[in-house]
């Protein structure tokens, strides 16, 4: 079965400073890979997806994130992160089209 | 557009008493999902549906069901809660099944004691 690591509990980055929020995936084929975002109280909103083709996608909000097969990961980036950027980021990977496993997310912090 | 609402937002429950929560979509998506969070361990497939009449068990089953009737619907049902089910639920559905962005709705907060 497939699995994704987040590593990266909590992150706590400055306003205007960059962002990389990690991703690993386990899986024997290339899996579909999404990366949703969670503001407090609400529910989930995708930020972009990975399918097939070019590695690097881009995201609502400015956000991109780069699949490297060889790695095995899916890794979210922002160049210059904004107060509003705090949430919780999940990873998601899936085989198939009956289901998703989402990791364990990460909290983002800005500080002024 | 509402989108996929949830009901109740928030419940407190009698450990041993059933309950069901509501969810609804208006997008006419084939594919519906429960998913419960918990602190630590993200979001958990709890059962879903590719399209009315069917369903299927996620990664936590047990002590839940569901049903779908129709398109619109898919209440999740605890027969005699337990306190490890206390926990944030979370409706989506999605118009491509697991490979299409999944719309969520507002969560229903669960508390058995």
């Known amino acids: 079965a497939q699995s994704v690591t987040q590593p990266d509990i909590h992150i706590t980055v400055s306003e205007g400073a960059s962002l990389e929020l990690r991703c690993n995936y386990s899986?024997?084929?290339?899996?579909?890979l999404f990366w949703y975002v969670q503001s407090p109280g609400q529910g989930l909103q995708l930020l972009l997806k990975?399918?097939?083709?070019?590695?690097l996608v881009q995201g609502i909000k400015g956000f991109e994130a780069e699949f490297k097969r060889s790695q095995s990961s899916f890794n979210l980036r922002k160049p210059s992160v904004h107060w509003s950027d705090a949430a919780e980021y999940f990873c998601a990977v899936g085989v198939g089209n009956e289901k998703l496993t989402f990791g364990t997310g990460t909290r983002l912090t800005i500080i002024p | 557009t509402a989108g996929i609402t949830q009901a109740p937002t928030s419940q407190i429950l009698a450990a041993g008493r059933s309950m069901t929560l509501r969810c609804t979509q208006d997008?006419?998506?084939?594919?519906m999902y429960w998913y419960r969070q918990d602190l630590g361990l993200g979001l958990r497939l709890i059962h879903y549906s590719n399209t009315a009449g069917t369903t299927g068990k996620g990664e936590v089953p047990d002590g839940y069901s569901v049903s779908r009737a129709n398109t619109d619907d898919f209440p999740l049902t605890l027969a005699s809660a337990v306190p490890s089910q206390t926990s944030v639920y979370f409706c989506?559905?999605?118009?491509?099944?697991?490979?299409?962005?999944?719309?969520f709705g507002p969560g229903t907060r669960l508390t058995v004691l």
């Open positions: 990975y399918f097939s083709g070019d590695t």
């Open positions: 997008m006419r998506h084939n594919a």
């Open positions: 899986y024997g084929a290339t899996p579909y």
């Open positions: 989506a559905s999605s118009a491509s099944g697991a490979r299409g962005e999944q719309f």
